[in-house]
C-alpha cells in the first residue's frame, strides 16, 4: 500500500508539468463539405496508446483536451466513413492552444474495415444512433465476463434485479455478433459466459425486431439493444477456459467454455456446476447482491450459427439445466383495515427440483434479385422453440395472527407436495417481400402448443379461536392441462406518394385449453383420498378468437414523422364446465383503439425526441367473471363478477435522446403518464377471523406518473479513463382500493436520486462507485389509515488494484443498504463485501484467485415491503459466508496463432 501512495503521489507531481493543451480544428472534404460526426484523436507516438478523442461538430469543428504528459509530439487521426483515414504527427505547444486550421479528407474509392480506419480506436464513438465502446480501452480482470465489462462502461447500469440500462433506457436484447447468443433475447448466458477478454466492440443502438432490420424501418421500442463483437483474426479463431473453485462449508464451482470462429461459423459449448446459488456461469468475484434460498445447479449448453442477421442464415441451441433449490423465509406483517388492525407473523420453507431441456432452431432464407440494380428481396424465415421439464416441488407454512392489541385470532398451517411435468412447441413462419425504400409485404403464422400434468398432494389447518374451531382441508389434486394458440397476422407498408405511407395490418387468433383438475378429499373411515370434491374439481374447455383489423397512417416532414392509427377489435370467448353448469359463460368483448406518435430525429441521428399516446385494453379473466365461489383456499375464498367491464389505459409517454458528441456527453429523458378507465380491482372483505372473501368490480380515477432524466460524460486522456454518470427518477402514483366496503386512494410519492463515477488509472487502479437515495412517502385519503414515509439508500463500491505488471491484483466488491423503515427486530442496514486476492500464472494463461464472500459476515436478508393495506418485514435465508480458491486456464487462438492473454499488450496495440 506504502508503494501505491507513493506512485500516486510520483504521478500526480508530473502530471503538473505535463504538456496539455486544447487542440482545435475543422474537418471538410475536398468539396467544401462540413464533416460532421468524424472522429478526431490523439495517439502516443511511443506506444500508440489513445491521449484524447472527440467527434466534429455541426459546424465540422473538434476540440480536444489533450494531456501529453512528458512527450513533445502525438499522432493526429481523423476517421469518417467513405473518406480516407488522415494522419499526422504534431508537436505539443509551448503554450495552452494549438489550431490546426482546415483539414481535408479525401474521398475512399474503396470501402475499408474499421481496422483499416482506426489502429487503435478510442474508448467511445458516437455514431449517429449507435454508441460504441472499444472494450480493450476498460480495464478488465483476467476472469471477468461480458456482464462485468458492461459495468464499466459509462452510462451502463445493472440493478439488483439484473435490469440493464444504457443512459436511463431499458436494455430489451443482447446479441454476440448481430445473432441471440443460446437462443436467449436477454442474453443471460452471454452475460455470465462470454469472456471480456474476446470482444473488441460493445455496440448500443435502439431495440428492432427482426422484420424492423429486414425492411429498415425505424425502431419504434423505446428500448436498446447491445451488440457484443468479437475479435477475429481473419475470421478464424477458438477459445475458451475451463475453472475450478472449492470453499469452505464443501461450497464448489467448475465451468467449461470452448467457443469456436471459423469462416462465418460460430460454436459454443457450455458446461458448469455449482452450489453458491448461480443458475448459470462462473463468479470469480461474486457481486454485492443478495441471493435469496440455497441452488445447487448443473447445466450444459451448446450453440451453433452460420451466417449473419441480415443474410442467408442458421441458428441452433441446446440446453439443459438441473437445479435444485431450498427456501426460508421469516416475516411480520401488519395489516390496516378500515375497521380492524391486526398482525401476521409466518414462517414457510420450501424446496424445488427441476429439470428441464430446452431447443430451438432458427434458419432464414434471403431470395436476393437477379438484377443488381433492382431493390427487391425476399426473407423467408421459420423459428421453432421446444422446452420440456420436470418438477418435484413442496412447501411448509405456519402463521399466527392476532389484533393489535395481542388477541389471539387464528393460527395457520399448510404443507403441500407437488410432482409436475410439461412441454411446449411454439412454431414462427413469416415470409416478407421487401420492394425497398421502406416498401414490404409481411405474413407469418404462429403456433403455439403446450400440455402439462401434476399431481398435488395438500394439507391445510386453520384454528380459528373466536369460534373455537378448527377447518382442515386434506386433499390430493390431479390437474392435465392442454393449450393450443394459433395466429395468423399480415402487414403492408406502402409508400401512396412521397413521404406519405399506409400500413394496413390485420391479426386473427384462436386460443383453446382444456383442464381436467380432478380434486379427492381424504376420507377418514378409508383412510385415503377417494371423496370426489365436484365443487372444486374442473373438466372444462376454453377457446377464444380474437380478429383485430388496423390501419396506420404515417407522413414525414424533413425531419418530424406524424403516425395515427386505429384498430378494431372484436374476441369471442366460450368457457364450458362438464362439472359445474354455472361456471359457463359466452360472452364478447368489441372496442376501438386508437395511437399516435410524433417523433423529432435530426439528420445525424443525434437527437430525438418523440411524444406517443396508445390504448391498452385488459380484458376480465376467466376467474373474474364467473359467479361460482372458489374455496380452494379455506382463508381466502373468491368469487367473480359476470358484470366486469374491460380496463382500459391511456398511455402518454414524452422521450428525449441526445448524443452531444462534440463534448462526450449523452442526455435522455423520458415521462410518462397512465389514466385508467374501468380499473379491474379486488373488492375484499375481512371478517373477525381474519378470513378473506374477494370479488372484483371496476373503479375509475386510477392514475400514475413517472419520468426519468440521466446524464453521463466521459473523460479521456493517456493515463486516465473517467466516466460519471447521474440521474433521477420521480414517480407519483394514485391507487385506488377497496376494503371492508371502503373505498379509499393512496397517493404515493417516490423521488430516487442516483450518481456514479467510474475510474481507470493508468492501467493499475480501477475504481466505481455508486449510490442511490429514495424517498417514499404515502397519503391516505382516509383517518382509518396512517400516512407513512420512509428512505432507502444505496452505496456500492468496487475497486481493483494491479501489480507487478498485472501479474498480482485485488479486487473488492463492497456495498451498503439501510432502510429507514425496517422494523425493530431487524437490521435497518447491511454491509456486504466481497473481496479477492488473484494471480496470473505461465504468462497470463492461468489464474490463481482466493475469494471471500460476505467478508464481515454482515450481509442479511431483511427486505421490507409497504402497500396500502400493510407493512411487511422479512427474512430470507440468503448465501452465507464462506471462502473459495479459483483456478482458471485460459487457450485459444486467433487466425492459427496463439491467442495472447496479457491484458496490458492488448491495450499497448500498435499502427498497421
Known amino acids: 500500500m506504502k508503494k501505491t501512495l507513493i506512485l500516486l503521489a510520483l504521478s500526480f507531481s508530473v502530471s503538473l508539468f505535463a504538456q496539455k493543451f486544447t487542440l482545435e480544428g475543422f474537418v471538410k472534404d475536398k468539396d467544401s463539405l462540413i464533416l460532421e460526426a468524424a472522429t478526431v484523436y490523439l495517439q502516443s507516438i511511443s506506444d500508440s496508446i489513445p491521449i484524447a478523442y472527440g467527434i466534429t461538430n455541426r459546424a465540422g469543428k473538434f476540440s480536444l483536451q489533450v494531456n501529453t504528459y512528458d512527450e513533445a509530439k502525438a499522432i493526429f487521426n481523423i476517421a469518417y466513413m467513405g473518406y480516407k483515414p488522415y494522419s499526422k504527427v504534431i508537436n505539443a505547444p509551448k503554450g495552452d492552444a494549438l ?52 459495468k464499466k462502461l459509462p452510462g451502463v447500469e445493472i440493478d439488483a434485479d439484473g435490469l440493464i440500462t444504457v443512459n436511463g433506457v431499458e436494455v430489451e436484447a443482447i446479441n454476440v455478433d448481430g445473432m441471440p447468443f443460446f437462443g436467449e433475447k436477454n442474453g443471460e448466458i452471454a452475460l455470465k459466459n462470454l469472456p471480456s477478454g474476446v470482444i473488441s466492440k460493445v455496440q448500443v443502438t435502439d431495440f428492432k425486431t427482426n422484420l424492423q432490420k429486414f425492411t429498415g424501418e425505424e425502431s419504434d421500442s423505446g428500448t436498446k439493444e447491445i451488440n457484443f463483437k468479437i475479435k477475429k483474426g481473419k475470421n478464424r479463431a477458438m477459445f475458451g477456459d475451463v475453472k475450478l473453485g472449492a470453499g469452505t462449508d464443501d461450497k464448489y464451482q467448475g465451468n467449461a467454455n470452448v467457443f469456436q470462429v471459423l469462416d462465418g461459423k460460430q460454436l459454443g459449448v457450455i458446461a458448469g456446476t455449482n452450489n453458491i446459488n448461480m443458475s448459470r456461469g462462473f463468479n470469480a468475484l461474486p457481486n454485492t447482491d443478495t441471493s435469496t434460498g440455497y441452488l445447487e445447479s448443473d447445466f450444459v ?10 443474410e442467408t442464415r442458421i441458428n441452433s441451441n441446446y440446453n439443459y439445466s438441473a437445479q435444485d433449490r431450498e427456501t426460508e423465509q421469516m416475516s411480520y406483517r401488519e395489516n390496516f383495515l378500515p375497521d380492524l388492525n391486526y398482525i401476521t407473523e409466518s414462517e414457510n420453507r420450501g424446496y424445488n427440483e427441476s429439470d428441464s431441456h430446452k431447443a430451438r432452431a432458427d434458419l432464414q432464407y434471403i431470395v436476393d434479385p437477379k438484377n443488381k440494380w433492382s431493390k427487391n428481396r425476399v426473407k423467408i424465415s421459420n423459428e421453432t422453440n421446444f422446452n420440456t421439464s420436470n418438477t418435484i416441488s413442496g412447501s411448509e407454512n405456519a402463521s399466527t395472527s392476532s389484533y ?21 412447441i411454439q412454431n414462427n413462419f413469416d415470409v416478407t417481400p421487401s420492394q425497398g425504400g421502406g416498401n414490404y409485404f409481411n405474413i407469418g403464422v404462429n403456433t403455439n402448443f403446450s400440455k402439462s400434468n401434476s399431481d398435488v398432494n395438500s394439507y391445510s389447518e386453520n384454528v380459528l379461536y373466536n369460534r373455537n374451531d378448527t377447518i382442515i382441508q386434506n386433499q390430493e389434486k390431479y390437474n392435465e392441462s392442454k393449450s393450443s394458440n394459433i395466429n395468423l397476422n399480415t402487414i403492408l407498408v406502402k409508400e401512396v406518394f412521397d413521404d406519405f405511407r399506409v400500413m394496413p395490418r390485420y391479426s386473427a387468433t384462436v ?88 417523433r423529432y430525429r435530426d439528420e445525424k441521428g443525434y437527437k430525438r425526441i418523440s411524444l406517443d399516446y396508445n390504448q391498452d385494453v385488459n380484458l376480465p379473466s376467466v376467474s373474474q367473471l364467473q359467479p361460482v365461489e372458489d374455496v380452494s383456499n379455506i382463508t381466502h375464498i373468491r368469487v367473480g363478477n359476470p358484470d366486469l367491464a374491460p380496463q382500459v389505459d391511456h398511455n402518454l409517454r414524452f422521450r428525449y435522446q441526445n448524443n452531444i458528441a462534440f463534448h462526450n456527453i449523452n442526455v435522455s429523458g423520458d415521462a410518462r403518464a397512465e389514466f385508467t378507465k374501468d380499473k379491474i380491482i379486488n373488492s375484499t372483505i375481512t371478517n373477525s377471523d381474519l378470513n378473506k372473501y374477494t370479488t372484483y368490480t371496476n373503479l375509475n380515477g386510477d392514475y400514475n406518473l413517472r419520468g426519468n432524466a440521466s446524464v453521463s460524460k466521459s473523460y479521456f486522456n493517456k493515463k486516465i479513463n473517467f466516466n460519471l454518470n447521474g440521474s433521477v427518477m420521480a414517480s407519483f402514483d394514485n391507487s385506488l382500493s377497496l376494503q371492508n366496503g371502503l ?55 468496487n475497486s481493483s488494484i494491479f501489480f507487478i505488471k498485472d501479474v498480482l491484483f485485488i479486487t473488492n466488491k463492497v456495498s451498503y443498504r439501510y432502510n429507514s423503515r425496517v422494523g425493530d427486530e431487524y437490521d435497518a442496514d447491511a454491509v456486504f463485501w466481497n473481496a479477492g486476492l488473484g494471480a496470473e500464472l505461465w504468462k497470463n494463461k492461468a489464474t490463481v484467485t482466493l475469494v471471500g464472500y460476505d467478508v464481515l459476515g454482515k450481509n442479511n436478508g431483511y427486505r421490507r415491503t409497504v402497500t396500502d393495506t400493510y407493512i411487511q418485514d422479512v427474512e430470507n435465508r440468503i448465501l452465507e459466508q464462506y471462502f473459495m480458491l479459483n483456478f482458471t486456464y485460459k487457450f485459444g487462438s486467433f487466425a492459427g496463432q496463439r491467442m495472447n492473454f496479457d491484458s496490458n499488450s492488448r491495450r499497448r496495440g500498435r499502427r498497421g
Not at 392489541?405 to 412441454?423: C, H, K, P, Q
Request: net charge negative; aromatic share 12%.
Open 99 to 150: 489550431n490546426l486550421g482546415t483539414l481535408v479528407l479525401e474521398d475512399q474509392a474503396e470501402a475499408l474495415t474499421a481496422i483499416s480506419i482506426i489502429a487503435k480506436a478510442p474508448p467511445v464513438v458516437i455514431k449517429k444512433d449507435t454508441i460504441e465502446y472499444n472494450a480493450d480501452s476498460f480495464k478488465s480482470l483476467p476472469n471477468d465476463k461480458a456482464e462485468d465489462l458492461l
Open 301 to 310: 449448453g451448446a450453440n451453433f450459427s452460420k451466417g449473419k442477421w441480415n
Open 404 to 424: 393489535s392489541d395481542g388477541a389471539l385470532v387464528s393460527d395457520y398451517i399448510s404443507r403441500n407436495s407437488t410432482e409436475a411435468s410439461s412441454y411446449n
Open 511 to 598: 386460443n383453446t385449453s382444456s383442464t381436467e383438475n380432478f380434486i379427492y378429499d381424504f376420507n377418514e373411515d378409508s383412510e385415503s383420498y377417494n371423496d370426489f370434491n365436484e365443487t372444486l374439481s374442473t373438466d372444462s374447455r376454453y377457446v377464444t378468437t380474437t380478429l383485430r383489423p388496423s390501419l396506420k397512417l404515417r407522413y414525414d416532414l424533413n425531419d418530424i414523422r406524424f403516425e395515427i392509427e386505429g384498430a378494431h377489435t372484436t374476441t369471442f370467448r366460450d368457457f364450458k364446465d362438464e362439472l359445474i353448469e354455472a361456471r359457463n359463460f359466452k360472452r364478447n368483448f368489441k372496442y376501438v383503439t386508437f395511437g399516435g406518435r410524433i
Open 743 to 797: 373505498k379509499f386512494t393512496a397517493q404515493t410519492t417516490t423521488i430516487r436520486p442516483r450518481i456514479s463515477i467510474n475510474c481507470l488509472y493508468n492501467e493499475i487502479i480501477d475504481l466505481s462507485t455508486s449510490y442511490s437515495y429514495s424517498t417514499v412517502k404515502s397519503v391516505y385519503d382516509t383517518d382509518s389509515f396512517n400516512d407513512n414515509s420512509y428512505f432507502i439508500q444505496n452505496l456500492q463500491f
